[in-house]
T-cell receptor, first 116, second 114 residues
Framework: GAVVSQHPSWVICKSGTSVKIECRSLDFQATTMFWYRQFPKQSLMLMATSNEGSKATYEQGVEKDKFLINHASLTLSTLTVTSAHPEDSSFYIC????????????FGNGTRLTVT | GENVEQHPSTLSVQEGDSAVIKCTYSDSASNYFPWYKQELGKRPQLIIDIRSNVGEKKDQRIAVTLNKTAKHFSLHITETQPEDSAVYFCAASISGEYGNKLVFGAGTILRVKS
């Protein structure tokens, strides 16, 4: 069964609004979670590393003020796309690794964001 | 930073034939190399992985080989079946401040023709 749960699975929003995506580890505590973005027919690009109790680490070129990440507990990380624009439409996927068991990386089901 | 290159971008094989996908990585410190299969609109699923202390690993019809010196690793699928059709991604794990993060290759669209 799924060990990483992501919600919502899809969302449509209007340009200028904000959207929050949740990522939960179901049977382990994840001090670190990773957020990826995947455009159609492209690879998964790491956006940021979410760290429980501290600030997220963003990859080069990813705007931290636009993609707000909060990792308030050991089982929940949220990604908020602020002031969304059509170019933000993409497939957002979170992932986490059980630190006790180690690899592999478990992925959530992903969130298909469409900004109109 | 780490760079992972993957070839070919598309691969068509006849059912029953073998398929090989190759990847190279740039960071010699990378020590974990997973392969993922992704079907349209779904999350990537791990199919096999290999660590840098092993040269080859096999799981039924799937095998992965690693050449640390050349910094390349390959996925081998034998006796391909139509349900093997999907996008395959290789990845390399590099150490970050908060744990190892994966860098993915560009992906290979595998089509198995029956």
């Amino acid at each position: 069964g799924a060990v990483v749960s992501q919600h919502p699975s899809w969302v449509i929003c209007k340009s200028g609004t904000s959207v929050k995506i949740e990522c939960r580890s179901l049977d382990f505590q994840a001090t670190t979670m990773f957020w990826y973005r995947q455009f159609p027919k492209q690879s998964l690009m790491l956006m940021a590393t979410s760290n429980e109790g501290s600030k997220a680490t963003y990859e080069q070129g990813v705007e931290k003020d636009k993609f707000l990440i909060n990792h308030a507990s050991l089982t929940l990380s949220t990604l908020t796309v602020t002031s969304a624009h059509p170019e933000d439409s993409s497939f957002y996927i979170c992932s986490a690794r059980d630190p006790v068991r180690g690899s592999p990386l478990h992925f959530g089901n992903g969130t298909r964001l469409t900004v109109t | 930073g780490e760079n992972v290159e993957q070839h070919p971008s598309t691969l068509s094989v006849q059912e029953g034939d073998s398929a090989v996908i190759k990847c190279t990585y740039s960071d010699s410190a990378s020590n974990y190399f997973p392969w993922y299969k992704q079907e349209l609109g779904k999350r990537p699923q791990l199919i096999i992985d290999i660590r840098s202390n092993v040269g080859e690993k096999k799981d039924q019809r799937i095998a992965v080989t690693l050449n640390k010196t050349a910094k390349h690793f390959s996925l081998h699928i034998t006796e391909t079946q139509p349900e093997d059709s999907a996008v395959y991604f290789c990845a390399a794990s590099i150490s970050g401040e908060y744990g190892n993060k994966l860098v993915f290759g560009a992906g290979t669209i595998l089509r198995v023709k029956s």
